[in-house]
């Protein structure tokens, strides 16, 4: 019975911050990142608070049934997974990380309008745990993290195309839909989107053939989620988005390798992702005059161009050429070590892309590479990736310049702000770049943890991602939930390497993997 009341109220609670949470707007875009802070952890608290009594209600029911049973009423620590261990250990840093701040009520609550301090990321470890144990794992959530979302990016095309149904007197360009600025609609999009694009992956299997034709269903509605999602991101502005494209189609080839319904619907989603730019591309000739933000960025250049056209058309083909014979072929590609070789194949592809990025940035940046002209992407300086060069030499100096146990620990949760000014060389060099702008991260998420959690925390935060990511994926055969919790945290590690935590994409991801935890061993 208290079980089933812990489930009642960890369903409502993830109702409340996937379904109601990122449409939450007070005054507009007037200080929206303390608006949505305010909602998420006052929420979070008292969602915390009752799960909590209500797991320790159900935990010494437990301890009281085993007692009468003559068991051992320990812990069971064999029953903790990697990623458990690591949550564990991450929070204890952040703890003592706090304690030990020079800028402890700084450090408590985090900097104004980021409020990244130990709060926030305590009550994510503490939501974590209850959740994975407390939810039942039932499908209603990634349902309505899938109606909301798309309510989300709906909003976004339209602003972005000057039609505002959400009535607000200060208007910006650099603010859309319900989120706000273009980073936080890219860090949102990058842990939501995978939920509705990984079930479109999935539709199609074996399991949707027998439950009464309801995989079609499922396909056409993820189908539509998938270009409505696509569209938005195309449109939004930001050019961080394709380090999430480009991270997504990463592993969803790597997981839909061994199924050839996966790989027929991986095909048919590259081709949805290229006619999304190119719907993008009809609207904008349609409704001239009415798109409303700089044209002078990846995004404009992609759905502006032919490549994204055939791109799609190719893709589109591979897809009609795979669905010929497919009643007459296996399901499963069961030769492992083909499978291997091809996964072994990726890694030295990514490897090799790596190296020969690196290869021009250095050559272009000494010598410049007429082609690469302006491109800030190949330039290793302060101007590299419209500026975040900047941020990063600030962030690797802020680091040399730290005591032993700060490198240890680090100077305290979201505290990267006010240790960076209180250097006064490093405050002058901000300045010099930034203006009258406040620096409060790295645009890196790794590196902005390592100021703030020192090379512990950071350790452990990794720790995290990975040995979740890992777990998931090698589990993926069977446990759909669990592999989609692996992509989102995937892609929110990869596109925070140009970026950072906010309010608007932490949280989402921590309780999605909490989800997916509960998924792997429910």
């Known amino acids: 019975m208290q079980k089933k009341v ?8 993830l109702l409340l911050i996937f379904g109601i949470y990122p449409l939450y707007m007070r005054q507009g875009y007037v200080d929206i990142g303390e608006a949505k802070f305010q909602f998420f952890i006052c929420c979070s608290l ?7 009594l209500s797991g320790m209600i159900y935990g010494l029911q437990k301890v009281h049934w085993r007692w009468k049973q003559k068991e051992s009423c320990l812990i069971r620590w064999d029953r903790l ?15 003592l990380s706090y304690v030990l701040s020079d800028y402890r009520q700084e450090a408590l609550w985090g900097t104004e309008g980021w409020n990244m301090g130990a709060v926030l990321w305590l009550a994510l470890c503490l939501l974590y745990f209850l959740i994975s144990r407390l939810w039942d794992g039932k499908e ?69 053939k027998e439950t009464n034709g309801r995989g079609t269903g499922r396909r056409i509605i993820s189908g539509i989620y998938t270009v409505t999602a696509f569209m938005a991101g195309f449109c939004q502005g930001g050019d961080s988005i394709f380090l999430f494209y480009g991270a997504l189609f990463y592993i969803l080839l790597w997981i839909a390798i061994k199924k050839r319904s996966r790989i027929r619907n991986y095909f048919l989603l590259v081709s949805l992702w290229g006619f999304s730019a190119q719907a993008i591309r009809i609207m904008r000739i349609l409704l001239p005059g009415r798109y409303n933000y700089d044209t002078d960025n990846l995004c404009a250049f992609m759905t502006d161009s032919n490549m994204t056209l055939v ?51 250095v050559w272009n940046t000494q010598k410049r590479i007429p082609l690469l002209e302006g491109k800030s992407l190949f330039l290793l300086n302060e101007s590299w990736g419209n500026g975040r060069g900047a941020a990063l030499k600030a962030g690797f100096s802020m680091f040399k310049e730290m005591p032993v146990l700060n490198k240890l620990i680090g100077v305290g949760p979201d505290c990267f702000s006010s240790y960076a000014y209180s250097l006064p060389e490093i405050a002058m ?8 702008s406040r620096l409060t991260n790295a645009h890196n998420e790794l590196l902005t943890s390592m100021v703030n959690t020192g090379m512990a925390g950071t350790f452990l935060y990794l720790g995290i991602f990975v040995s979740f990511i890992i777990r998931m994926v090698k589990r993926g055969e069977s446990r759909e939930l669990g592999c989609t919790a692996a992509v989102c945290a995937f892609c929110y590690l990869l596109h925070n390497m140009i970026s950072f935590a906010q309010v608007l994409n932490l949280p989402f991801v921590f309780l999605i993997m909490a989800m997916g935890e509960k998924n792997a061993s429910g």
């Not at 993290?145 to 000057?162: E, H, K, P, Q, T």
């Not at 009535?167 to 273009?182: K, V, Y």
């Open 311 to 361: 791109v799609s058309l190719i893709f589109l083909l591979c897809y009609l050429f795979s669905s010929r014979n497919k009643k007459e072929e296996k399901e499963d590609l069961t030769d492992v070590q083909k499978v291997h070789l091809f996964h072994k194949i990726m890694v030295f592809a990514l490897g090799g892309g790596i190296l020969i990025w690196l290869g021009l940035a």
């Open 140 to 208: 209603l959530i990634c349902h309505v993290i899938m109606a909301v979302s798309a309510i989300v990016y709906f909003l976004c095309i339209l602003d972005r195309f000057s039609f505002y149904l959400i009535p607000i007197e200060i208007r910006d360009p650099a603010f859309i839909s319900t989120l706000g600025n273009i980073n936080w609609v890219c860090g949102y999009f990058s842990v939501i989107a995978p939920v509705g694009i990984c079930t479109f992956l999935f539709s199609g299997e074996k399991i949707d």
């Open 46 to 52: 008292a969602g915390a608070g009752i799960l909590f």
């Open 6 to 13: 812990g489930n009642l109220f960890a369903t409502a609670y």
């Open 81 to 95: 997974s990697v990623t458990d261990l690591f949550v564990m250990m991450f929070g204890t840093v952040v703890f």
């Open 429 to 436: 060099d901000i300045r010099d770049s930034f203006g009258s």
